[in-house]
């Protein structure tokens, strides 16, 4: 037994560390997550499934509750209209002639029937039928013809032989109309008082099936309902809805190939005698419980990968510490028998490897300075003398550039005094202006005015130039001097409308440039009366402008502009290149005022 357990314990001690760590990280932390979600995901799918079974019940019963109380409804207002004696009389008198109708209609028959739809909004119309020929027929009230004993609906009622009837039909809405429209109506034969049944007299009420439609159109997302009658047929589905606007009979309900009985819910209506063979069928949407499942599982998914990522993560950057030190460690004891001392310059840690490596170099700092003598200290100091004076002499050649160019200019001014240039010598006073204040700028932020003086500056050269061809102006507001903006963010807009807009037109070009404090903005313009920008080119500038992965060498300076405008001041700049060609260029930038420092703030 202690021999085994000797063998066991050796073979793990010769495992590496870094396929200790791994299986730790296996054993330990991966297959106990991989576990874990698979029971979660089992577990939660027979939850999931369970909690869709019951929406399903609720959302059946729900449709079938708001589609009966919209039946019974309809119902409860036929039966009130049925009850009406003085309606009777009425409908049993005989009519002289139409005045005498029309009178009586306008005293007592016109909102008697009206006076329902606003309560009952279920409701479309309402229709008393009968065939007391004194009667004229229009609004709430028809003569029962010939046509009317042909149509649907009276045929429907007629082989019911029922005194109250749900009927289903299609009906043309006028005589001219190749198609159908579908109704949904109540019809009850009018008949409780014996002594008032002389001429024949039907109630019909037709349901807004829009309302209905909306039930159904409501719960798509748990069933695709059905409402079906007695003989199977499909009156309202949210697949083929209800406006069917053709001449076809209703389909009948049959179950596809791919539906299951257990997809299949089945209620009636209600279970008064008319509407008792009436049912509402509802089938299953399956895709949704298979995407809730697909959800969770993805969720699921997506939490063990970032569980797993994190894990992975923290091992690597454990397991590279230690990997890291101990390669150096290792890598710099080989030196030594080369008799290099060098020390380990990393964080040496506080742990054991730590301890090791700052054990090493104390060893190595001794040994080193046993091993160098005199000799190889004076060596190396005088190698370090001949690095100092090398470095000395470079930094005096790097002052020697700029200092020999400013003598130069000098001398050349010098010249040109003593030989009256003085345009010459207004030019070299500003590009040597020009070239001191490149080299003393420091700061990243200017204000605007010694902005503009460095425009200034770089204009007169280009005046001296273009001669009598090129003129500038400017406006600028004095509020505006104070404000600082990032350095150089005017001058290459200026050059470019220099370079691009003046340089190949005839007559005087002219470039002004604007300041002013606009609705709590500094505005910036730039504009000349140069050749300009076709539509299309400047279209491709704006995308190079604004696009960081443009790799198009031009417009760079413009686009250096906007990029430092945008890191300073982020989506809060307002960038603008406007153009008309032969007309000239304007390049507008404003800025919040709030981003900006003042001069002395």
Known sequence: MERKKFRFRKAVNDIPLNYKFSLIYIIGVLLPIIIINLVFLDRISDLIKSREQQNLEISLERARKDIQDFIEGGVAVSYTLSSDKNLYELLERRYGNMIEFYDTFDEQLRDRMNSYMPVNNQLERITVFTNNDSIVSGSNYQVITDKVRESEWYKQFSAANKHMFLAAYQMSTAPNVASNAPYLSVIERMDVYSSLNTYEKLLRIDLDLSKIYDIIIREKDYLSLYLVNGQDEIIMSAQSGYQRGTKDPYPVFELQDDERKEDIHIVPVGGASYIKSWRIIGVTQGERIAQAILEIRIYAGILASIVTLLTTAFLYVMLRSYNYRVKRLSRHMQKVTNEKFDLIQIDEGQDEIGDLIHNFNRMTTKINSLINDVYKLEIQKNNL?????????????????????????????????????????????????????????????????????????????????????????????EQSLQYKIPKLSMQPLVENSCKHGLQAIEGLGIIKVKTEIEDSRLQVTISDNGKGIEPSQLKEILFNVQNEEASSGTNIGIRNVYRRLELYYEDQVRFEISSVPNEGTVVTFGIPLKLLERKNS
């Open 385 to 477: 003398e001949m690095e100092r004076v090398r470095a000395e002499l470079n930094f005096l050649q790097s002052q020697m550039n700029p200092h020999f160019l400013f003598n130069t200019l000098n001398a050349i001014l010098v010249v040109c005094t003593k030989n009256n240039y003085s345009d010459v010598t207004d030019i070299i006073k500003s590009l040597s202006k020009l070239l001191r204040r490149l080299l003393s700028w420091k700061e990243d932020l200017v204000t605007l005015e010694e902005e503009m003086t460095f425009i200034e500056m770089y204009l007169k050269i280009e005046k001296f130039r273009f001669r009598d061809k090129f003129d500038y102006q400017f406006e600028i507001d």
